[in-house]
């Protein structure tokens, strides 16, 4: 595929423009299309230039995302037909961004790319909080666990006795629906179940909101009522203190 275009897989940050790199502005504003997900858009894409493509590949309104493979094909006919292409990806595009396939299909197609990464929603969430994400005394490993598998439900192969460390702070992506099975089965390990939580929603949005409880108390609020904005749950030595 010679001639063809240039993709930049540009992490987008937690949502909040300010939270963009000079980076990712740059390949915005140079952008001929830009492919997004749902929670890399809103004011992020008013960097973009007027007349680039803008292309919505997440989920909308109810609708089932868009299947991975058809967004990698997407990608790869938008680079077919030269120019600049930007992936925008929510956060940092590594964590949990299905980075791994529209690179393996960007590779086999020899379309040249480079990766700019992004603030991850783990390090904005902390920060929102007022805590760090490590700790020299008490919490010296940090660990980032999807609380969801492909088919959104707690990964089989997740390790619990890492995730029950009660001095490792853990970050749980897209675990709304699984907490209440994960806390369970992290407590039969031995994890405490008055050890801190917080449940970080919309962080940097404007309608960010940050809940302090504990991982018991947790467990039966997203029981009883999930909630469906973007969230994330810090649990650990890094949920105490700060201003959640
Ligand atoms: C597909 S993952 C992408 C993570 C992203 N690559 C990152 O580095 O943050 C999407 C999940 O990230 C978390 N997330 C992303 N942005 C968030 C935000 N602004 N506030 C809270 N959670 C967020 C939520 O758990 C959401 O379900």
Request: glycine share 12%.
């Amino acid at each position: 595929m010679s001639g063809a275009g240039f993709v930049s897989f540009v992490g987008a940050g937690p949502g909040d423009p300010e939270l963009l790199t000079l980076k990712a502005v740059d390949r915005l504003r140079r952008a001929d299309a830009v492919l997004f997900d749902d929670l890399s858009a809103g004011p992020i894409l008013a960097h973009a230039r007027r007349g680039a493509d803008l292309v919505g590949v997440g989920k909308r309104a109810g609708r089932p995302s868009p299947r991975q493979d058809h967004v990698s094909r997407l990608l790869v006919d938008y680079a077919a037909a030269g120019g600049r292409i930007v992936r925008l990806k929510s956060g940092d595009g590594g964590l949990f961004g299905r980075l791994e396939e529209e690179l393996v299909a960007v590779r086999a197609a020899g379309v040249p790319f480079e990766i700019v990464p992004g603030v991850p929603s783990a390090c904005a969430a902390a920060a929102a909080c007022g805590i760090p994400l490590t700790r020299r005394m008490t919490a010296r490993r940090v660990q980032f666990v999807t609380g969801h598998d492909a088919a959104g439900r707690l990964p089989e192969d997740i390790d619990l006795d890492a995730l029950a460390d009660p001095r490792a702070c853990t970050v749980v992506f897209m675990g709304r629906h699984t907490f209440p099975a994960l806390a369970a089965a992290l407590i039969v390990r031995g994890l405490p179940p008055n050890t801190p939580a917080i449940l970080a929603e919309a962080v940097s949005a404007p309608e960010q909101r940050l809940q302090r409880m504990t991982v018991e108390t947790l467990a039966a609020e997203l029981a009883a009522y999930p909630g469906s904005a973007p969230a994330l749950i810090l649990m650990g030595p890094l949920a105490e203190g700060g201003d959640a």
